[in-house]
């Protein structure tokens, strides 16, 4: 099992630019997440999903896109980059059917917006 | 939003000392996480709580879940190392966690 992988890991856009960033898991998780993580900011969420086709927003949204289009896949959207969009950007997956909450990472995507 | 409150925010202390770290939170939470996070990686599970007044080890940390259902505690016995990194915690709400903005743990041989 790779577990949550994510491609890419690092990444610099100019402002305007768009990009795909894709997040991938292979235990079955119904939900998937997209953080992101900003010095002294902790985690916060961007959308989420509960499950394949489904999606929903998170505490800080605006300017991300985001399809599950498959169960195994959740890919985050950036239309027109901004400089306040640098940051790590953070896949998880969990498994609540089950009763539990926990969530599993990724490696990171770091993108850097000039 | 909700928010927790995790403190303190910084610790640097030396092999072999004991730390303790919390959350608390305004809001009541079914479930508390407690997640690591070494430098350029994303955050491990170390711990998941599941039941006020839970007292739960994993090796030489132990986590508590607070009787009000609003704090939750972690504690580090005997530090070494590579205990070093980024402690957060979480708590679960609906079918979403909420984080904490971390304790950022340094331990000097």
């Known amino acids: 099992n790779a577990g949550v992988t994510q491609t890419p890991k690092f990444r610099v856009l100019k402002t305007g630019q768009s990009m795909t960033l894709l997040c991938a898991q292979d235990m079955n998780h119904e939900y998937m997440y997209w953080y992101r993580q900003d010095p002294g900011m902790g985690l916060r969420l961007i959308h989420y999903?509960?499950?394949?086709?489904?999606?929903a927003k998170g505490e800080v949204p605006d300017g991300y896109n985001v399809s599950r289009l498959k169960k195994q896949n959740f890919l985050l959207g950036l239309e027109s980059a901004a400089p306040s969009q640098t940051s790590v950007y953070f896949c998880a997956s969990s498994y609540p059917l089950t009763g539990y909450y926990e969530q599993y990472f990724g490696p990171g995507t770091r993108l850097t917006v000039t | 939003g909700q928010q927790l409150n995790q403190s303190p925010q910084s610790m640097f202390i030396q092999e072999g000392e004991d730390v303790s770290m919390n959350c608390t939170s305004s809001s009541i939470f079914n479930t508390w996480l407690w997640y690591k996070q070494d430098p350029g990686e994303g955050p491990v599970l170390l711990i998941a709580?599941?039941?006020?007044?839970e007292l739960t080890s994993n090796g030489r940390l132990t986590a508590q879940f607070g009787i009000t259902r609003k704090d939750s505690f972690l504690n580090i016995s005997a530090s070494i190392p590579s205990d070093v990194g980024i402690y957060f915690c979480?708590?679960?709400?609906?079918?979403?966690?909420?984080f904490g903005t971390g304790t950022r743990l340094q331990v000097f041989p």
């Open positions: 999903s509960v499950g394949e086709g489904t999606t």
């Open positions: 709580l599941y039941k006020a007044g």
């Open positions: 979480a708590g679960q709400t609906t079918d979403k966690l909420i």
